[in-house]
């Protein structure tokens, strides 16, 4: 078997290790400047005076960076020295290329860690384990697999037969000009993965970064230009979304959408895609990984304990701010009987608040914007007869944005926080007859427009095939007896179709596969020197 990467160790941050130690210092640190971020474009810092100032989600008083802005006149830049960047990009070659991302890998794992996980601490408000899974253990396995997975296509592309006197073979070239990596807020493996996995291919790219997350996107953009990145192939873009794709699809060699963020988003620029088609000199590519309405469905034989702590876990790890978070269970009423009082006993534990405290389960939300849309759900739900909030539903946005982790229970399986993606911590519950587990199933696979991830909670193997085949198309990551969320790197590759995407699966090869545009080449070693064929001669 061929040898491959394995995943990158998780580093534990347990008290007393040196880890923490220097986790700690670098937050001290990075709390005590305030950045200056400009565009990257062609490898020139370009600092336009136009600026905005990211704060700290948990002490939204605490202004971390002064971001300048991308105009006009540097999204249209930065589109034309991608074009121009590519050529020399694909005279390096795949092996070049990979170089140079293993190298990327290979900073972030050792010096650049702690500067990284450290950055998405504060900027995005995660926990010391929630930003090591992320910002560096998912980027470095992003860059070393993806390597990997690219190595391969070069072999096993190739055309299976080749008759005597001819030689056939396929180029696996990139597409023909630059992608658009549109990224978002919540995962910084996701923003630097999205410019960085086309571009190990051939291609080349403009970034542009979610204005909630510059200050770490701007630090692993540093690392790749620190580990030899030439200048122009991932072009650095802070600024407005609409601005950068309208300079983007103004230029012809445009030629594919990496997209993450959330369904309204994507389908918008979708459109503005089909109608800039006339000017573009190929069909683009377009990739989009969005929203979800994550479900935990439990048959009365289940695991119950497991189904508590994957609900607590699946539901308000990160603040519920995955898009694999669970967000909707269906639970039989005996189960509900047996976890409901535990589970909400198990919640009231939960600490929250400042990232830099250790014993912080959750912190903040991201924004002002996400507070009042997940408090207004909250509020919402209160006055429904159908619903109940029985745990949590408090909220405090005075220093940071917190939000309690809240379970709503419903009688409703059509409620609002039922089928719409929240983003937040809430969970809602609708408990079921226990005759009802397949009728369950319909509901759960008719719900709501997305099928991103899911679990299945059952002790017997009937059952869990009767919630696999029922759900087939309800989640593109299914999961059995876990949590829906903590995809890994080559070993669950992630992403979900319906409205939640176009199911490209990030983390594996056939995402790497959307980014290439083959050539096929036969070369004729007997080059025909008669231009009659035996049929036209005389009988
Ligand atoms: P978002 O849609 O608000 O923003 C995503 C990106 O799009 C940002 O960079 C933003 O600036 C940009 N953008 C916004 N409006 C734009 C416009 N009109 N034109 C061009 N660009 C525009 O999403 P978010 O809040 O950053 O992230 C949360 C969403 O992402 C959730 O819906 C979540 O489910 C989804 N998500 C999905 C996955 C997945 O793999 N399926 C992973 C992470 C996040």
Known sequence: MASHPINEPILGFAPGSAERTQLQAEMDRQMSEVVEIPCVINGEEVFTGNTTTPVIPHDHGHVLANVHLAGKAEMEAACQAAVDAQEEWIGLGLEGRCQIFERCADLLAGDWRMRVNAATMLNQSKTAFQAEIDAACELIDFWRFNCHYARGFHDDFQPLVSPSGVENSTEIRPLEGFVLAVTPFNFTSIAANLPSAPAIVGCTSVWKPSRNSYHSNYVLMQLMMDAGLPDGVINFLPGSGAEITAAALANPDFAGLHFTGSTATFQGLWKEIANSLSNLRSYPRIVGETGGKDFVVAHPECDRQGLLVALLRGSFEYQG??????????????????????????????????????????????????????????????????????????????????????????TDASSETMVEEIFGPVLTVYVYEDTDFEAVLGLCDEA????????????????????FDALRFTAGNFYINDKPTGAVVAQQPFGGARASGTNDKAGGPLNLLRWISPRSVKRTLDIPQDWGYPFMQPE
């Open 448 to 467: 709501s427009p997305y099928a991103l991830t899911g679990s299945i909670f059952a002790s017997n193997e009937e059952d869990v095939q009767t919630a």
């Open 321 to 410: 701010q995955k898009c694999s978070a669970a967000s909707r269970a269906y639970v039989p009423s005996s189960v509900w009987e047996a976890i409901r009082e535990d589970l909400c006993s198990e919640i009231g534990k939960i600490r929250m608040g400042d990232a830099r405290d250790f014993s912080n389960f959750m912190t903040a939300v991201i924004d002002q914007r996400a507070f009042d849309k997940i408090t207004g759900y909250i509020e919402r739900s209160r006055e429904r007869d159908t619903c109940e909030v029985i745990v949590g539903g408090g909220s405090d946005g005075s220093k940071g944005w917190f939000i309690e982790p809240t379970i709503i229970v419903t």
